[in-house]
């Protein structure tokens, strides 16, 4: 496994060339459901940048307050919440100085209709479209 | 399994030993036998040679392999029935209708009925067909790749595993130019400029150990795009994936080999 920690390091300075960032920055998100925004990523910041939210489990969220003397700081205490009633953006965090450090965040994407294509209702049976 | 022999490795020592050794005692009784010319070509082809075939379709034998398994029958019951046994190998296994003397090409029919097995079954999607479309995405997702997996140049072969059927039947299909339109769940980007890690990383790196390397630390990371490894602002990468542990986030919904 240490070799390939080796490699993989050696291959993260091909992909990320200028000293581990991008030429060309992989640009916005493509478009998808709400409920995959938050599913596939773990740290979250709102948008008001107050507080930076943690995925646990889908209801199960650690919310952490902005150090307000520190640009871009949060705090390590945390409240256990439910998901975010408000829009949240994903975010990249590091620990260190005691705190939680921002380091950046996404922009949203246009956020798709989740009804399932491939499924239907009929009356108050929910069956897959039929197949041509 | 009925007739067939298989091992979750794909070590296929077994499945040899016992389809070559089915072969050396037909061979045997056909040596020792008083069999006519007629009865020796009809006994290789109905009989011999549909106990071979059986098992065929589900194998993931090499081209010597099968020569290996079908040439004690072979050679025994040729000279029977009338024929060199030292003749060319691509006239005996052409077909009739092509002036060759149709001897079964065992490893050209299990590529074929492979294919052909494959593309019946994921069709008709029956059971099989839904373990084989598993089988496929498996191997799509072990590619890191985008697309379809028959639309793939066969490269992936350097960083994959290989002893998948899929990866046998798409290793045959790419040597023969055959097509096939099977459809599967495919990776598509999940960023405007995104990309595959393995994809970008192979541009870079031609050692097979290498990718090979690379992509179980992809997996063992369970990642696929470069954006799962950016930053959130998809300008750099987030050091967290240089760091010797595994990345405990989530980035996609795949089943990972060292999923959590």
């Given at each position: 496994?240490?070799?390939?920690?080796?490699?993989?390091?050696?291959?993260?300075?091909?992909?990320?060339?200028?000293?581990?960032?991008?030429?060309?920055?992989?640009?916005?998100?493509?478009?998808?459901?709400?409920?995959?925004?938050?599913?596939?990523?773990?740290?979250?910041?709102?948008?008001?940048?107050?507080?930076?939210?943690?995925?646990?489990?889908?209801?199960?969220?650690?919310?952490?307050?902005?150090?307000?003397?520190?640009?871009?700081?949060?705090?390590?205490?945390?409240?256990?919440?439910?998901?975010?009633?408000?829009?949240?953006?994903?975010?990249?965090?590091?620990?260190?100085?005691?705190?939680?450090?921002?380091?950046?965040?996404?922009?949203?994407?246009?956020?798709?209709?989740?009804?399932?294509?491939?499924?239907?209702?009929?009356?108050?049976?929910?069956?897959?479209?039929?197949?041509? | 399994?009925?007739?067939?022999?298989?091992?979750?490795?794909?070590?296929?020592?077994?499945?040899?030993?016992?389809?070559?050794?089915?072969?050396?005692?037909?061979?045997?009784?056909?040596?020792?036998?008083?069999?006519?010319?007629?009865?020796?070509?009809?006994?290789?082809?109905?009989?011999?040679?549909?106990?071979?075939?059986?098992?065929?379709?589900?194998?993931?034998?090499?081209?010597?392999?099968?020569?290996?398994?079908?040439?004690?029958?072979?050679?025994?019951?040729?000279?029977?029935?009338?024929?060199?046994?030292?003749?060319?190998?691509?006239?005996?296994?052409?077909?009739?209708?092509?002036?060759?003397?149709?001897?079964?090409?065992?490893?050209?029919?299990?590529?074929?009925?492979?294919?052909?097995?494959m593309?019946?079954?994921c069709?008709?999607?029956?059971?099989?067909?839904?373990?084989l479309q598993m089988c496929i995405e498996d191997l799509a997702l072990d590619s890191g790749l985008y697309g379809l997996l028959w639309n793939q140049?066969f490269?992936f072969s350097?960083w994959t595993v290989?002893?998948s059927?899929i990866f046998?039947a798409c290793?045959?299909?790419?040597?023969?130019?055959?097509?096939i339109?099977i459809k599967h769940h495919s990776i598509t980007?999940?960023?405007?400029?995104?990309?595959s890690?393995i994809a970008?990383?192979?541009?870079?790196?031609?050692?097979?150990?290498?990718?090979?390397?690379?992509n179980?630390?992809r997996q063992?990371?369970?990642?696929v795009h470069?954006?799962?490894?950016?930053?959130?602002?998809?300008?750099?990468?987030?050091?967290?994936?240089?760091?010797?542990?595994?990345?405990?986030?989530?980035?996609n919904?795949y089943k990972w080999p060292?999923?959590?």
């Amino acid at each position: 496994m240490e070799s390939d920690y080796t490699q993989w390091r050696i291959a993260m300075e091909y992909v990320f060339p200028l000293n581990f960032t991008l030429e060309t920055p992989l640009g916005p998100w493509e478009p998808c459901i709400a409920e995959e925004w938050t599913k596939n990523w773990d740290w979250f910041v709102t948008e008001d940048k107050i507080f930076l939210c943690y995925r646990e489990t889908a209801t199960v969220w650690h919310r952490f307050l902005k150090n307000e003397r520190l640009h871009r700081e949060y705090k390590t205490t945390h409240l256990v919440v439910d998901q975010p009633a408000e829009s949240v953006l994903r975010a990249t965090v590091e620990s260190g100085h005691g705190g939680l450090l921002l380091l950046s965040t996404s922009t949203k994407p246009t956020i798709e209709d989740s009804t399932d294509s491939t499924r239907m209702i009929v009356g108050s049976l929910e069956t897959p479209l039929p197949e041509l | 399994m009925i007739g067939i022999w298989m091992a979750p490795n794909g070590d296929t020592t077994v499945l040899i030993e016992k389809l070559r050794e089915a072969a050396t005692s037909w061979g045997v009784k056909m040596r020792m036998g008083r069999s006519s010319k007629l009865e020796a070509w009809t006994g290789l082809q109905t009989n011999i040679f549909a106990t071979l075939k059986y098992p065929l379709a589900a194998c993931t034998l090499t081209e010597s392999e099968c020569k290996s398994i079908m040439a004690p029958a072979v050679r025994a019951a040729l000279p029977k029935a009338g024929i060199s046994s030292t003749m060319s190998t691509t006239v005996r296994n052409a077909p009739i209708e092509s002036l060759g003397m149709g001897v079964l090409d065992s490893y050209l029919f299990m590529g074929t009925a492979r294919t052909s097995m494959m593309t019946h079954h994921c069709w008709s999607n029956t059971p099989t067909g839904v373990l084989l479309q598993m089988c496929i995405e498996d191997l799509a997702l072990d590619s890191g790749l985008y697309g379809l997996l028959w639309n793939q140049e066969f490269k992936f072969s350097e960083w994959t595993v290989k002893h998948s059927i899929i990866f046998h039947a798409c290793k045959f299909n790419h040597k023969h130019e055959i097509v096939i339109g099977i459809k599967h769940h495919s990776i598509t980007k999940r960023r405007n400029n995104d990309r595959s890690i393995i994809a970008v990383a192979s541009k870079h790196i031609s050692k097979t150990s290498s990718l090979r390397a690379i992509n179980r630390l992809r997996q063992f990371h369970n990642v696929v795009h470069l954006s799962d490894i950016a930053a959130a602002d998809g300008r750099g990468l987030n050091h967290r994936f240089l760091a010797e542990t595994q990345f405990t986030g989530k980035r996609n919904d795949y089943k990972w080999p060292h999923g959590k």
